[in-house]
């Protein structure tokens, strides 16, 4: 009899919780019903005529509009929608109640990549799509790269990382930092407008960047060197050295190999190989 009289007052108070609650929804339903507090408000597109405004509306979740909260929780899947078709940077922002900002930007092409017979294109923070997207048509502000082309060999791992693909634009594990280094340095180098093409591939089992001097029609020379850039500069002093005449730049002809260890290189002649 003790339990049943100690348990009753815990019914009672259950009761009273769950009447304050259906009281509390019922005012809640009420007042958005006539008000509307969780309609979305307004959506702000900071867009500077990046992409069309109707991708963007496109993208928003169904429901958000009646629940804005519910865009807010569906962010990254928001941004997603935009990004994996379109070469863009997308961030959505709160700024008020019931009030987002929608920022767009397009990627920084960093080079162009040569794979797979196909010509692609890198962004700076890690990106690639293919150079003939269509979607490309529809972005505004992305300029062409103006740096060498990089020739991806197809020995090497792939270039795009397939397992989160999910739309036309690829997370890339390429050697970004790596890459960025060779471009860095060749820019240093007295030779560096004479390079029409940087490949990399591997030659005897070793990662190497083969280097092509001169133009797509017209190929000069050649340097093979190792893919880590840290000798290169040193390799361009001694080829001025060696070369004065040519004022620090590779004499037409010549294919030089420096991917030997204690800084040797040897130098050949294009047309005996």
Not at 87 to 111: C, D, H, N, Q
């Amino acid at each position: 009899m003790a339990y049943r009289a100690e348990k009753t007052p815990r019914r009672r108070r259950w009761r009273r919780y769950v009447l304050l609650l259906s009281i509390l929804c019922g005012a809640v339903y009420f007042a958005e019903m006539r008000y509307g507090f969780f309609r979305l408000r307004s959506l702000e597109v900071d867009n500077g005529n990046v992409i069309p405004d109707g991708v963007i509306w496109q993208a928003i979740p169904a429901g958000s509009g009646a629940f804005w909260p519910a865009l807010m929780l569906g962010r990254e899947s928001f941004e997603k929608k935009i990004e994996n078709f379109y070469p863009v940077s997308v961030t959505l922002k709160p700024i008020g109640w019931g009030r987002y900002k929608v920022e767009l930007a397009p990627r920084e092409v960093f080079l162009s990549v040569s794979w797979n017979s196909q010509l692609w294109w890198l962004s700076a923070d890690g990106y690639m799509w293919r150079a003939d997207l269509p979607s490309m048509l529809s972005v505004n502000g992305m300029s062409r790269p103006n740096r060498p082309m990089l020739s991806w060999d197809a020995k090497l791992p792939l270039p795009i990382d397939s397992e989160k693909f999910m739309g036309d634009i690829y997370p890339s594990s390429l050697p970004i930092t790596k890459i960025k280094r060779w471009y860095d340095t060749i820019d240093r180098i007295s030779w560096r407008d004479d390079v029409y093409c940087l490949m990399a591939k591997k030659i005897e089992g070793r990662q190497v960047v083969q280097v092509l001097l001169g133009t797509e029609k017209s190929i000069t020379g050649e340097l093979i060197l190792k893919d880590d850039a840290s000798d290169w500069l040193s390799l361009a002093a001694a080829l001025k050295n060696i070369y004065p005449a040519s004022s620090g730049r590779v004499p037409p002809g010549l294919v030089i190999n420096a991917t030997y260890t204690d800084m040797k290189f040897t130098v050949s002649d294009r047309r005996h190989m």
